[in-house]
């Protein structure tokens, strides 16, 4: 038997600081390369800035699942439960609001240690649906929703700096 060296936690308010660096330091590192250096510093400096992400944490409507490989802090999940795609209203829906991996554990397992606390949640608190939004262009991140069984159910726009793009809306029925 192999046991993993991820473990998960529930973030709580005293982790917020750390959320919101690593948010920044992960999107940063993921997305830099395929947006303008204007639209990276734009989005950073004005929708995506520490004080707001430090205040994300704590929100009841809010759940944050830190991840640890062999101890050191590998990634995160925010899950959301609130308002919904009109093509999900009528259902108990969690969204995967973000799910970040520190670039040095990618391929590592903390994604998908993530991804199973989070469905395992949905299921626990008894929701029909969990869905997320991916960026069209994140092939990466589309296949490994792909592989634990999401499909797409619409699209919705993301305002990066002053880049408006398609994210695809991606869902998994429980």
Same mark, same amino acid.
């Given at each position: &038997?192999?046991?993993?060296?991820?473990?998960?936690?529930?973030?709580t308010e005293s982790d917020a600081e750390l959320i919101a660096d690593m948010s920044r330091s992960t999107?940063?590192?993921?997305?830099?390369?395929?947006?303008?250096?204007?639209? &990276?510093?734009?989005?950073?400096?004005?929708?995506?800035? #520490?004080?707001?992400?430090?205040?994300?944490?704590?929100?009841?409507?809010?759940?944050?699942?830190?991840?640890?490989?062999?101890?050191?802090?590998?990634?995160?999940?925010k899950l959301r439960q609130g308002d919904v795609p009109k093509q999900l209203k009528g259902l108990r829906?969690?969204?995967?609001? #973000?799910?970040?991996?520190?670039?040095?554990?990618?391929?590592?397992?903390?994604?998908?240690?993530? &991804?199973?606390?989070?469905?395992?949640?949905?299921?626990?608190?008894?929701?029909?649906?969990?869905?997320?939004?991916?960026?069209?262009?994140n092939d990466r991140a589309f296949s490994f929703y792909n592989s634990w069984g999401f499909e797409k159910?619409?699209?919705?726009?993301?305002?990066?700096? &002053?880049?408006?793009?398609?994210?695809?809306?991606?869902?998994?029925?429980?």
């Open positions: &038997m192999t046991i993993s060296p991820v473990t998960i936690r529930f973030a999107f940063y590192e993921t997305f830099a390369a395929y947006n303008s250096s204007k639209n &990276m510093e734009l989005f950073l400096k004005e929708q995506f800035t #520490r004080p707001r992400l430090i205040k994300e944490v704590g929100v009841p409507e809010n759940t944050f699942l830190l991840a640890y490989h062999n101890k050191e802090v590998a990634g995160y999940v829906a969690l969204e995967v609001a #973000r799910i970040y991996v520190v670039k040095d554990f990618i391929g590592k397992g903390v994604g998908k240690e993530l &991804m199973q606390a989070s469905i395992d949640i949905a299921k626990d608190r008894k929701l029909d649906v969990i869905w997320l939004a991916v960026w069209e262009k159910f619409g699209t919705q726009v993301f305002l990066l700096g &002053m880049d408006l793009q398609k994210d695809w809306l991606m869902k998994k029925l429980l």
